[in-house]
């Protein structure tokens, strides 16, 4: 894995944190990761399917 640095709002960290105090992730960067996928899946690898 490569490292990247991003700029979030303070609301999407407080959403990340969140999200991990829930237990639904153990770390923001597992939280990034999975949205990161879901997005390509569905941006970019069913649009190339659907071609």
Request: aromatic share 0%; glycine share 0%.
């Given at each position: 894995m490569k490292l990247v640095t991003v700029l979030l709002p303070e609301a999407y960290l407080e959403g990340l944190d969140e999200l991990v105090?829930?237990?639904m992730y153990p770390s923001r960067s597992s939280v990034i990761?999975?949205?990161v996928r879901d997005l390509l899946k569905k941006e970019l690898w069913e649009n190339k399917r659907n071609r």
């Open positions: 105090r829930a237990n990761r999975s949205s």
